[in-house]
């Protein structure tokens, strides 16, 4: 790990800080930490306002959330283009699919391989049917869309380790616009149903 300016995906943000502070040496790390809930644009004008405050040491403003809301990460957008003299900035958070492309496309990012156990996805990917998508679907219709986004994960992993479906650009397609939609606003519930939907017409 080096400590730069970039987005650092984990399940385990204090353990990452940590290591992060190890490295820092003549440096200085300020954070910003949503404990544990949602990154709000309050959040995003914390991190302006310490960003244009001088520093004569490179300072890392280490912002932390499991999510980063849309209005937030646009209101960042320009200083993460163009920060000030000695100013990085480090994004810390749960799941890569709920940054914004824009933001991406600006820092690095670095998957950290610490997912902590989880339930599995309670969906026979292999011998999927009609009757087993609706009963999925009436038991997550009520999920937010972030859970939403790592049940899709889930779906393509084990879509791919499975090898009896039809992987081509149409089914990526359908992975890819169901994570846009959800940013979007789209009912978690339906944006689930099509993708499984689209993945039975895709069964070998």
Known sequence: MRLTS?????????EILVKLEELKKDRKITIIDSENREFLIEHASLAIEK????????EFITLI??????????????????PPKNKEFILITKSKSSILPTIKSRLPIVVINDREEREELELDIENLNLAKVYNFIQKHNRISSTECKEIIEEIALNVIKSKKYKIDKSLLKIFSDGTKALDLGSPSS????????????KKN
Do not use: C, D, W, Y
Request: net charge positive; proline share 4%.
């Open 65 to 82: 959330a499991p999510k980063f809301s849309i209005i937030s990460q646009n209101k960042l957008l320009k200083i993460l283009e163009e």
């Open 51 to 58: 960003a244009f405050i001088a520093s004569e040491v490179t």
């Open 6 to 14: 970039q987005i650092i995906v984990t399940q385990r943000p204090k």
């Open 190 to 201: 339906f944006i689930l149903n099509l993708i499984l939907i689209k993945l039975l017409s």
